[in-house]
């Protein structure tokens, strides 16, 4: 009985759930043609109480947040960044890092971040954009859920389904050893 008590510790402790923030919309390239960029995102607050959430974003530009200092539990919010490029960085790329901290928890979105002159600014004639834009609207809302799924994985999430994976091999493990004896 005393190893089944075991059992269910191991289990209990594989399976805790400790929630992170879900990062939706947000890019994974950045490009700036010598003007600021606007972008907006949504993010996901999992936990069962209200918690307050923090923005950053780690790249060489100027940073503007506007976001609601807490999220409902259970809700999304809306998060805007306006960024500003420097003009010295054209023609330069780096790796930008979004930090996301809802409550205790803290999400991480990497996105290339690429400098061009205003000259290289592709040009796109009107019929042309507004056919991408219906092209990429159906993109996204097949692939919606696919995306969520993989942005929303992250170490601790990882660390878990090893564990899990863990305890099960122990468990058959020990089944087997005690249907052996009996």
């Known amino acids: 009985m005393r190893l089944f008590g075991v059992l269910a510790i191991m289990l209990a402790v594989c399976f805790s759930y400790s929630a992170f923030a879900a990062i939706e ?8 043609y010598e ?3 606007k972008i907006s995102f949504k993010v996901t607050n999992p936990a069962d109480t209200m ?3 923090s923005i950053e974003f780690l790249a060489p530009v100027e940073v503007l947040v506007s976001a609601p200092l807490n999220i409902a539990a259970g809700k999304d919010a809306n998060a805007l960044l306006t960024l500003t490029p420097r003009k010295e960085l054209t023609g330069q790329t780096y790796e930008g890092i979004l930090i996301v901290k809802v409550g205790t928890n803290e999400t991480r979105k990497s996105a290339t971040v690429i400098f061009k ?8 004639p009107e019929d042309e954009n507004k056919s991408n834009i219906i092209d ?3 993109f996204n809302s097949a692939f919606t859920g696919v995306v ?3 942005s929303g994985i992250n170490s ?6 090893v564990l899990a994976v863990i305890v099960i091999i122990l468990a058959i493990a020990l089944f087997a050893r005690i249907t052996k004896r009996i």
């Open 117 to 124: 002159s205003a000259q290289e600014k592709p040009v796109v």
């Open 148 to 150: 969520s799924f993989v």
């Open 25 to 32: 919309g947000f890019p994974s390239s950045i490009t700036f």
């Open 136 to 138: 990429a609207n159906a």
């Open 35 to 37: 003007e600021a960029q």
């Open 156 to 161: 601790e999430v990882a660390v878990d389904i």
């Open 51 to 53: 918690q307050r959430e």
